[in-house]
Every structure is written in C-alpha cells, then in structure tokens.
C-alpha cells in the first residue's frame, strides 16, 4: 500500500458543478496537508495549505482534513473550464526536508466541461 | 517574476550523452529541492540543499546524477550519460525551512533522452 492514495481520474463535470476531489494516507505522523494544481506541462502551483484537522476556505476552493480517517478533500465550488488540471495532494509530517519532506499522490486529472 | 525560474524548459539529448539544469529559487528561500515526475505521477524527490549544504539525496538518485548549489543560490542538475528511463520532468522546488514544507516549483525541465 502507497503512502498517499489518490484516483487518477479523469474526472468529468459540467462547469458551474461542485467537484470534490480526494487523498487518502496510511501515515499517521502526517500533519501538514497541501493541494498543489498543475496545468499540461508546467510545474505544480500551491493551492491549499492546512495543518491537522479542520477546514480552511480560499475564495472557491475548500479543503478538509479527518485526520481520524486519514482522508482529506478539495472542494471546487462553481467550477470553471479554467480549473480544468491535475490535482496533486501533498502532504508531511513536518520533521524536515527531503524524504521527510512532501508526499505526493499521483494527482486526479479534473476536466470542467463548458 | 519573483518566483523559481527553471532552464532550459525543454531538452532533447541522444543516449549517452550528459545534460544539465539550472534552478534559481525564489531568493530569499534557504532550501532547494529537486523532484522528478513521470506522467501519471506524483512528484518523487531527489536531493535537496540547505542553504550551499546538500542534506539528503534519496534512492532513485544513482551515480549518474549530480547537484551541486555553489554559494546556496542557483542549482544545477547533471545527469552524465542518458538513458531513456531518464526520460521525465525534473521540477525545481524552494522553500524557507519551517515545519511543515511549502514548497514552491518551477515551471520544470522536460527531458527526452532518444
């Protein structure tokens, strides 16, 4: 079993949808939990940054982290064509860089539909 | 732009030949790190820097491969004599060390090894 779980996708909606994106972890010392987005061929841009459990609202975006479940969540509200990327989560346990650093999921290609 | 600056954006190398990145990071930021990133995946780390200090390079890092941080600005990233597994995006990252890493990526560097 991955560190960091995440479906691939794609994941299709119409625009003006609520998506719901989602990471599951097994690592119980994780506590600092990150939404990174990346469009075709760039490099991922930092979206969410939460530590330990709760909910942290951005404009459209909402991320929650159940740390009892190990399960942590992006929500789009009014999704745009524009939020059409790869959703990385990322997340540490906050011991230092390197391989204690970020851990990534595989990321779920999102297509918002016009 | 103030934030971490990738070159070349793209490479096209033969196999057995050497290449090299360069990475300036965002510049108040201490820490350095180099990822690699295959489609359809998560970032996976390589090596990161502290400041000129290169603190840990992981597994995946073989023989071939070199970072150096003259002076704990710039980066580069050899790579000496190419395979095509060597075939990915190599993505710049910097952060100030705090708990909890929130990195901060560059566009990356595409290599095609043919």
């Known amino acids: 079993q991955k560190e960091v779980e995440q479906d691939p996708g794609p994941l299709s909606v119409p625009e003006g949808a609520i998506v719901s994106l989602n990471c599951t972890y097994s690592?119980?010392?994780?506590?600092?939990f990150m939404w990174y987005r990346q469009y075709s061929r760039k490099g991922p841009e930092l979206l969410m940054y939460?530590?330990?459990?709760g909910n942290k609202e951005d404009g459209r975006f909402t991320a929650q982290v159940d740390k009892s479940s190990k399960y942590i969540s992006l929500f789009i509200r009014d999704s745009q064509p524009s939020d059409s990327a790869t959703y990385l989560c990322a997340m540490s346990a906050g011991t230092g860089g390197g391989a204690d650093g970020l851990t990534f999921g595989k990321g779920t290609h999102l297509i918002i539909q016009p | 732009d103030t934030g971490v600056s990738q070159n070349p954006r793209h490479k096209i190398t033969k196999r057995g030949q050497n290449v090299t990145f360069r990475c300036d990071p965002i510049?108040?930021?201490?820490?350095l790190y180099w990822y690699r990133q295959t489609l359809g995946q998560g970032p996976e780390f390589l090596t990161y820097f502290q400041n000129e200090a290169q603190l840990e390079k992981s597994r995946l890092l073989s023989d071939r491969f070199s970072a150096e941080r003259p002076k704990g600005s710039f980066s580069t990233l050899e790579i000496q004599r190419t395979e095509q597994g060597d075939s990915a995006m190599y993505l710049c990252?910097?952060?100030?060390?705090?708990?909890?890493?929130?990195?901060?990526f560059g566009s990356g560097t595409q290599l095609s090894v043919l």
């Open positions: 939460t530590y330990s459990s």
């Open positions: 510049s108040e930021h201490n820490r």
């Open positions: 690592n119980s010392a994780f506590q600092y």
């Open positions: 990252a910097s952060s100030i060390r705090d708990r909890g890493e929130k990195l901060f």
